[in-house]
């Protein structure tokens, strides 16, 4: 049961001796307080019922007003106690679903959430995004359009130096737009999406996904603004016939087994950045596709009687897995540094600064941009003319494998969750029905 009450907040006395009255929400040890805009010398305040005393001169009225606010609190209390409302929430019905609070305010608090979390790819993902959206509204169409282009590129430069040189925290991004009131949620209507998108195409040079993973974002927040109380129903722009989100799908493409031995025969200099790039891509194909990140993190620790055990970090799924004979060979290479790698397999992560998250997260990202730069020249010596990434490694072991491995056993060499998933990826790779029924017409 909340306890609602209207309370003098002492803490914010005024320079004439005036204190600002709120009134206090309290449920499940959270207290939340929406201010009335009314200020009362303590002496004419009667604490212990709660109104103004016979000596303020106004008493009747303010009391009035007070009795007002109290009764509407207490009915959006009673109104949602079937829903478990937080004093936050309630807080936010009293001031109304105008739409008026700051869309940055509410993305950056639900960013802090990601970030406190330790989600830091999330809270990343969803930080630039908003530097799109900031970038979009300080869009001045009367200059040339290259111009704005090197402009926006030239500014994520400088963040990223400023990183770099830890004159920038992910700190001071949130911070940055907890501070900023310049869009309201009443402002992003299906006309602002469609303006967005264009700028995304045009200026960010953004495929559809990204865009659309934008909107997705954007959605996310119009949803918790809406549970909260901050905005509305009917200023939600995805609903009915408005903006509609449609996620396409793409071809995934993966190597086939003679461009993977061209990849295994390639001669490189020892120990070098492109060598390291090389074996790191081979362990995650013989090890049916980690995804690269996780391939960096492994540890000696991880290998016992000949076999990997790994919990993916996506979903948290353990698997183990035979080490055959190629990767033990890639791995023997590493062996002798396990104590200058202090435990790692791969040395991208010896630096990093213990039980330090954060440190974590961007060493390994580092390292994963620093492999798609190498791989790109791996291709070229090898001869491949596609394009050769971190996670085509897992495409690639789904293309050779094709319709040879039961559907259940690709799902656990995936770490899959729902099998469904499982075939809807390998789809992607087993053509033999379509080239079968297309010859059957083409060669009558």
């Excluded at 790698?341 to 390994?364: A, I, M």
């Amino acid at each position: 049961m909340a306890n609602i009450k209207i309370v003098l907040r002492k803490n914010m006395i005024k320079k004439d001796g005036t204190i600002p009255l709120a009134i206090r929400i309290s449920a499940n040890y959270k207290t939340n307080y929406k201010w009335l805009g009314q200020y009362i010398l303590e002496k004419d305040w009667d604490k212990v019922a709660g109104k103004a005393k016979r000596s303020h001169p106004n008493y009747k009225r303010l009391n009035n007003f007070l009795l007002k606010k109290l009764t509407e609190a207490n009915d959006v209390y009673l109104d949602n106690s079937d829903e478990n409302i937080t004093p936050k929430q309630v807080k936010q019905k009293l001031k109304g679903p105008g739409g008026s609070k700051s869309f940055f305010v509410v993305a950056a608090e639900r960013v802090k959430t990601k970030y406190d979390r330790k989600i830091f790819s999330v809270a990343k993902s969803e930080l630039s995004i908003l530097y799109n959206i900031e970038e979009f509204l300080n869009l001045k169409t009367s200059l040339p359009k290259k111009q704005v282009i090197d402009a926006i590129v030239q500014r994520r430069k400088n963040r990223i130096s400023k990183a770099r040189k830890s004159e920038y925290s992910f700190s001071d991004g949130i911070l940055h737009f907890q501070k900023n009131t310049k869009l309201k949620f009443r402002d992003i209507d299906q006309a602002f999406l469609e303006r967005y998108k264009t700028f995304c195409s045009a200026y960010l040079n953004q495929k559809t996904r990204t865009i659309t993973n934008q909107l997705i974002f954007i959605r996310t927040l119009f949803n918790i603004a809406i549970t909260d109380g901050v905005v509305a129903a009917k200023y939600y722009p995805f609903a009915g016939e408005k903006e509609k989100i449609r996620i396409g799908t793409s071809n995934k493409l993966g190597l086939t087994s003679e461009e993977v031995e061209r990849i295994e025969a390639l001669q490189l200099e020892p120990y070098s950045s492109i060598w390291h790039t090389h074996n790191v891509w081979l362990i995650s194909f013989y090890f049916a596709g980690i995804r690269i990140s996780d391939i960096v993190k492994l540890k000696w620790s991880d290998f016992k009687d000949n076999r990997l055990y790994y919990v993916m970090n996506k979903n948290e799924k353990p698997l183990s897995l035979k080490v055959r004979e190629k990767g033990i060979t890639i791995l023997n290479y590493y062996k002798k540094h396990k104590i200058e790698n202090r435990g790692y397999v791969f040395p991208f992560l010896k630096n990093v600064r213990p039980n330090d998250d954060e440190d974590f997260f961007t060493k390994t990202g580092n390292a994963t941009k620093l492999f798609n730069k190498y791989l790109n020249r791996i291709a070229s010596q090898c001869n491949i003319d596609k394009s050769l990434s971190n996670h085509i490694a897992r495409h690639t072991f789904g293309n050779i494998a094709g319709d040879k491995i039961h559907p259940l056993m690709l799902q656990k060499l995936y770490r899959h969750s729902d099998l469904k998933t499982t075939l809807n990826y390998q789809a992607n790779f087993i053509h033999k029905d379509a080239d079968d029924a297309l010859d059957q017409v083409i060669n009558f």
